[in-house]
């Protein structure tokens, strides 16, 4: 669906079904460079089992457009105005990498929008490593393939993928190299500068999940503990084996811990 | 600043799509002969049906150790996904059908496999898709036969029977110039040899019978998708950019963005013509892609090895091979081909259609048959089989002299491979 927000007409997937009135709402949001098409089986299966689904593409992602917001706290004001013009009061935020930042500075600053809150390779303070900032300054390849490659399990570098006939990597590449020029940058920039996910943190009063790679070399299981300490009503999942990019490596697994939480 | 590391190309050819089997730790891949898997509830399956878990419905549609060789395929191509099919005609067939419809238009590379020029040019106008054949070695041409009805490039890394090398990265200028997609047929050269993405191609598709495999037991075709071309910006796709009445009005760009062609390949083409591979198949092109860059090395020495032999051989008249300085193509093979040429070639027998038809019932460790890409030799003389109904003057129109004899370099001893086409060479030139 097509929303008209002051930061740009931003596009939401919404699982193949039309909204409808009186259903409960899960709202999806993507990690950097990226955009709805990482949440479209949760999204299917959630919007067959009655409930709206929005997985937003954030300003100048995807299929969105306007400006890039350039900080965490602006892109969760992007996502809150989304959700108002959709008519969604409130929602389960579920937030990937950099989008579970944006979800968990929505839920601590707007409240009463958030149902619930998954939280899926999270970390904060989210750290960026300095190659992978200048790769992107420059707008250079270099940046994509770390995204990618530290974004899987060594093993599923190789593949087997629970969804036949699909190269992760290779999807994961291509998707990255949709974004226009800068993009990654900001979005990196965004997560590396966003310095109250723990403050955000204390302030969530919603039921929380925090879904995690047991292998993740980028928001590493052990670099969360902060964070879920600093929430009052959590519960965490730790899927064996996967990576960063758990959407991909255990799309299965994701979505059971989802149920749970949505 | 250092560039990341992955894994390389041996690796994925041994690795890729494959972990050991989580429910009895074989470490080879299983074959799960199959037609259907059970369901965990109604639920699971309603799930299954609707694109909203991943998991496998029926062994037409996906099957685990055909989505094995899917991924590696795609990983060796550097491609998003992949679809296993019966022959390299249906993989042709599906990605074609997948695309366009009645009244859409191709413009082909003129030197084809027969197969694929069959389909093109006697079959698909029978269901309204027309075909433009050109010049393989003429880019301008390529464009000049581009229509408002067009919505297909088409051609081989390494052209049938006279191995011109497409140059790739011009064609798919401008086919990209067109907001068109380029399709390759890369079966003589592999991933190995060449990958067309790199090059600038959108969609590969391969005859899995040949080199992939290697030992000549199977039947097999593989579709890849680069995830590189951008179906919405083009607007000439609607089977990919409009709603899809077959699967609950799915939009495949929208839902699968990268993956959007090969998905509706899937949700559509293998499901509808059904024409899929058998995880038996699979599994034996999977044991021949394990040792493909091993293979692969050892086919272009060999074929090195026969070319030399040959062109110095006084009952030959000529060699046609890309790695020689005397072929056309010689400097693009250079920059495109560096690993080598493949391992298919033909030359001219002295003493034309006779001469050639003694020299192959001579041959004895070389198998006179019509295939290429076996670890064994193969050799065929097209004037007194294929294409035994035509004169010398219908022979030439269609680029083959009476005493062509085209080769396909196997894995034995090179040393043996020369003396056995020596005799046979010997014996040729007596009436």
Redesign the interface.
């Known amino acids: 669906m097509e929303l008209e927000t002051r930061s740009g007409n931003l596009f939401g997937?919404s699982g193949?079904r039309a909204h409808q009135s009186g259903q409960d709402t899960v709202v999806f949001v993507h990690g950097t460079g990226m955009?709805h098409?990482v949440w479209?089986?949760?999204s299917?299966?959630f919007a067959?089992h009655g409930y709206n689904v929005l997985a937003l593409d954030l300003p100048a992602h995807?299929?969105s457009q306007g400006s890039p917001a350039t900080t965490i706290d602006a892109m969760a004001d992007a996502v809150i105005e989304a959700m108002a013009t959709a008519n969604i009061s409130s929602a389960a935020l579920v937030g990937h990498s950099m989008g579970s930042l944006v979800a968990l500075s929505a839920a601590a600053r707007y409240p009463d929008r958030a149902r619930s809150l998954a939280l899926i390779g999270s970390t904060a303070p989210m750290g960026v490593h300095p190659?992978m900032l200048?790769?992107a300054a420059d707008n250079d390849h270099?940046v994509i393939?770390?995204l990618t490659?530290?974004g899987y399990s060594k093993?599923a570098?190789?593949?087997?993928?629970?969804?036949?006939?699909?190269?992760m990597?290779?999807?994961t590449l291509?998707?990255l190299?949709?974004a226009p020029d800068n993009l990654i940058h900001i979005d990196l920039a965004a997560c590396k500068g966003y310095d109250t996910g723990l403050s955000h943190a204390q302030a969530v009063a919603c039921p929380t999940l925090f879904i995690l790679g047991e292998r993740d070399i980028m928001t590493p299981v052990r670099s969360a503990q902060k964070l879920i300490s600093a929430v009052a009503k959590t519960q965490v999942c730790v899927l064996e084996g996967s990576g960063h990019s758990l959407m991909m490596e255990r799309?299965?697994a994701l979505?059971d811990a989802l149920i749970s939480i949505v | 600043?250092?560039?990341?590391k992955?894994?390389g190309f041996d690796?994925?050819s041994l690795?890729?799509?494959?972990?050991p089997d989580p429910a009895t730790g074989a470490r080879a891949t299983p074959i799960y002969q199959t037609a259907s898997y059970v369901f965990k509830s109604p639920d699971h399956a309603?799930?299954l049906f609707?694109?909203?878990?991943?998991?496998?419905v029926y062994s037409r549609i996906?099957?685990?150790t055909?989505?094995?060789l899917?991924?590696?395929i795609?990983?060796l191509e550097?491609?998003?996904?992949?679809?296993a099919t019966a022959s390299g005609q249906a993989a042709c067939h599906l990605a074609i059908a997948t695309l366009l419809g009645a009244g859409d238009h191709i413009v082909s590379s003129r030197s084809l496999y027969g197969g694929t020029h069959n389909l093109l040019e006697y079959t698909l106008p029978r269901f309204g898709i027309s075909t433009t054949f050109v010049d393989p070695r003429d880019t301008d041409a390529f464009a000049a036969a581009i229509t408002p009805k067009t919505r297909l490039l088409f051609g081989e890394t390494l052209g049938n029977p006279g191995l011109e090398v497409l140059n790739i990265p011009a064609i798919s200028e401008v086919a990209h110039a067109h907001d068109l997609p380029l399709m390759i047929d890369s079966t003589f050269t592999t991933p190995y040899l060449c990958q067309p993405f790199a090059l600038g191609a959108d969609i590969i598709f391969h005859s899995a019978t040949k080199f992939l495999s290697g030992h000549g037991v199977i039947i097999g075709g593989l579709v890849v998708d680069?995830?590189?071309f951008d179906w919405a910006a083009s607007g000439k796709f609607p089977t990919l950019t409009e709603p899809y009445a077959g699967f609950?009005?799915?939009?495949f760009v929208?839902?699968?963005?990268?993956?959007a062609f090969?998905t509706r390949a899937?949700k559509e083409g293998i499901r509808d013509f059904g024409a899929c591979m058998s995880p038996t198949t699979a599994f034996q092109v999977l044991q021949g892609m394990e040792t493909l860059p091993l293979r692969m090395q050892r086919h272009i020495t060999n074929t090195r090895a026969i070319v030399e032999f040959l062109a110095t051989h006084e009952a030959v008249e000529w060699v046609s091979y890309p790695e020689r300085p005397d072929h056309p193509d010689h400097e693009l093979a250079k920059k495109l081909l560096p690993k080598g040429c493949g391992a298919v070639f033909s030359f001219g027998i002295k003493g034309g259609r006779e001469a050639g038809q003694r020299f192959i019932s001579r041959v004895e460790l070389l198998s006179h048959l019509a295939n290429v890409g076996d670890a064994k030799s193969l050799v065929i003389h097209p004037a007194s089989t294929t294409h035994h109904r035509m004169d010398a003057k219908a022979l030439a129109a269609a680029g083959i002299s009476e005493g062509l004899i085209r080769l396909s370099v196997g894995l034995e001893d090179p040393d043996d491979l020369v003396e056995d086409l020596g005799q046979a060479l010997r014996a040729s030139q007596k009436s």
């Open positions: 997937y193949a955009d098409t479209v089986l949760p299917r299966y067959r995807g299929r190659d200048r790769y270099g393939d770390m490659y530290w093993a570098q190789l593949g087997g993928n629970e969804n036949p006939g699909l190269w990597a290779g999807n291509r998707l190299e949709r799309p299965d979505l | 600043m250092s560039k990341i992955t894994f690796t994925l690795h890729a799509g494959q972990r309603a799930s609707n694109a909203e878990r991943a998991g496998h996906t099957n685990p055909t989505a094995v899917e991924e590696r795609s990983a550097g491609g998003v996904g992949a679809i680069s995830g590189g609950h009005n799915m939009n929208e839902e699968f963005g990268p993956a090969i899937r």
